[in-house]
Structure formats: structure tokens, C-alpha cells
């Protein structure tokens, strides 16, 4: 079993009411990464600038994450810069330096078409379809998105949906893709775009997981404290994706036990800023809150 992701690595400048930094490991593909190889053999496709630090590789591969198809070329690394204010639930932007990221074509080592899982993180559908196009066969393929693809690019971004296993947005991405005025009106209709699943995040209101037959709703994992929301997504998914790959079985009761798992490690990444929140986890550490979640959320009759 393995997990081929593809997406961006980047260097995020982060502003919050309790702490600045600069600079830091960001971009969808590096939170993925992390938060799925603890559950599977994850192998990243991305592209960084030969400015980007050594220490960031080493911390990488640390977590035995294949960066054989990390390409490195001259030029600087994709740069975010952005602050949150308030309840943390969005994210203001004050700059994004694409760089070597505007010009991204990615590579795909011999050793990654075979996957099992392919998870195509947010980036231009395009790519997103070419790089399913290189892939052998994978059991199961999910996707992520945006709202800037979905107003610039959706006729491709719909011919691939017909192609993926499941698809993951945002409610407010959900209604914006399908014209619908409901999420769960937009959930279905979503799925007869193509997907077997469906997921959609509604940040600290939850998740609604859902195939042509089935429908589930949970809620996020409660936390008091919010250091870095930075990443929440990429981290539940890599570690809804890491548990199905690690199951082997695509069904809906895998996808649940899945989104169980993922808003676990989404709920570990941002009590840190960048990757801090996953860097000291283990698997007992990772086990017992899936139990207290799974406690919370099936309580005995009263």
C-alpha cells in the first residue's frame, strides 16, 4: 500500500493574536504528507526553489516520506503570507509569491505509478487530470479543490470529478460547483457529477460524508484553543486518505472511519503553528483521541 500525493510545498509567513512567524514548512502536499505517513508509505509530488531549506528535507524524511518526485529548480519557493484574527476561522491574506510554483509541471518517478491511493491536493485541475492520466490503476483516487478553479477552470475540474473516487470541499465550495443554495442539496448534487463520495468540510462545525446511498455528520473535534488553523484541511485529509490506504477496503464504512481519523490529525496540526502540532505525535497519542472522539460522538442512551 502507498499514497502518491501531489501539490504545493511552500513557506508560510503566519500572524495570530499570540504569535508571528516567518517562514515556516507550508503547502498542502508537506501537511498531507505528514499527517497521512502515519498511517501509510506516502510519496509526495511537488516543486521548491533551490532556496529551500535542508533542514525542511531532513524533517521530511524523518517521517520517511518518499521525495523522489520533489523536484528542486532554480528560482524561489512558493511564499504565503497571510494572518487570523478573531474566532480563527479565516485566513487574511497579505501575499502569495507563486514562484517555481506558477510554472509547475509535475514529475512522476516510475516508482509512484503504482500506487494504491493518489490524492490530488488543491492545484490547477489540469494538472490534476494529467497527473491521473500517469498513474497506473490506483485503487482509489480523491480530490481537493478551490473556488478559483471552479470560477476559471470548472468545465475540467467537472470532466475530472467523473474520473475521481472522492471528492473533498468546503460547504461553501459545494455550493459555489453545483448553484445550490443548500449543503445538503449541494452534496448530492455533487455526486451525480461522478464521485462515489462525497466529503465536506464545515470547519468547526463539522463534516458531512456521503455516497448515493449513504449519509454521515460529524462534528469537529472540540478544542478550546486554536494556535494555527493553517493546514487543518491538508492535515485531515492526509489522514483520512493514510487510513483508507492503510485499510485497503473503499467503502463507506472505510470513508467514515476515515474522516473519524482525519479530523483527529486536523485537530492535533493546529494546536501548533506549521507542523508543530503533528511533529511529536505517536500512535498512541493518535489512538487514544480517536477514542475520546469516538466517545463523544456515540454516547450511551440516557
Known amino acids: 500500500m502507498s499514497t502518491v500525493v501531489v501539490g504545493s ?12 512567524v516567518e517562514e515556516v514548512l507550508g503547502g498542502s502536499a508537506s501537511y498531507f504528507s505528514y499527517s497521512s505517513s502515519f498511517f501509510t508509505d506516502t510519496k509526495m509530488v511537488a516543486v521548491v526553489g533551490n532556496d529551500f531549506p535542508k533542514t525542511h528535507y531532513d524533517f521530511l524524511r524523518a517521517k520517511n516520506i518518499d521525495l523522489e518526485g520533489l523536484a ?3 528560482g524561489k519557493t512558493f511564499r504565503w503570507s497571510g494572518e487570523y484574527k478573531d474566532d480563527m476561522n479565516t485566513a487574511i491574506t497579505h501575499e502569495t509569491q507563486l514562484n517555481v510554483f506558477e510554472d509547475f509541471d509535475p514529475f512522476i518517478p516510475e516508482s509512484y505509478k503504482k500506487c494504491s491511493v493518489l490524492f490530488l491536493a488543491n492545484i490547477d485541475p489540469q494538472l490534476q487530470m494529467m497527473v491521473l492520466d500517469e498513474i497506473e490503476k490506483p485503487h482509489f483516487v480523491a480530490c481537493d479543490t478551490m473556488n478559483l478553479w471552479i470560477d476559471i477552470k470548472k468545465k475540467v475540474l467537472k470532466s475530472l470529478i467523473k ?16 448553484a445550490c443554495d443548500s449543503t445538503i442539496k449541494a452534496v448530492y448534487e455533487l455526486l451525480t457529477m461522478g464521485p462515489k463520495f462525497v466529503v465536506v468540510k464545515k470547519g468547526e462545525h463539522g463534516v458531512i460524508v456521503a455516497s448515493n446511498t ?11 484553543n486554536v494556535t494555527d488553523p493553517t493546514g487543518a484541511g491538508d492535515s485531515f485529509a492526509g489522514g483520512m486518505i493514510g487510513w483508507i490506504d492503510k485499510s485497503g477496503a473503499y467503502d463507506f464504512q472505510s470513508i467514515k472511519e476515515g474522516v473519524l481519523f482525519g479530523t483527529v490529525m486536523a485537530s492535533f496540526a493546529v ?3 506549521s507542523l508543530d502540532g503533528l511533529t511529536n505525535l505517536d500512535k498512541e497519542d493518535i489512538m487514544a483521541r480517536y477514542s475520546r472522539f469516538c466517545d463523544i460522538i456515540t454516547p450511551e442512551r440516557v
Open 9 to 20: 510545498v511552500a513557506l508560510d509567513t503566519i500572524k495570530t493574536d499570540k504569535k508571528n
Open 72 to 74: 528542486e529548480i532554480k
Open 163 to 178: 474520473k475521481i473516487d472522492l471528492l473533498i470541499v468546503n460547504d461553501g465550495e459545494a455550493k459555489q460547483l453545483t
Open 214 to 224: 449513504d449519509i454521515a455528520v460529524y462534528p469537529a473535534y472540540p478544542l478550546q
Open 271 to 273: 494546536e501548533g503553528f
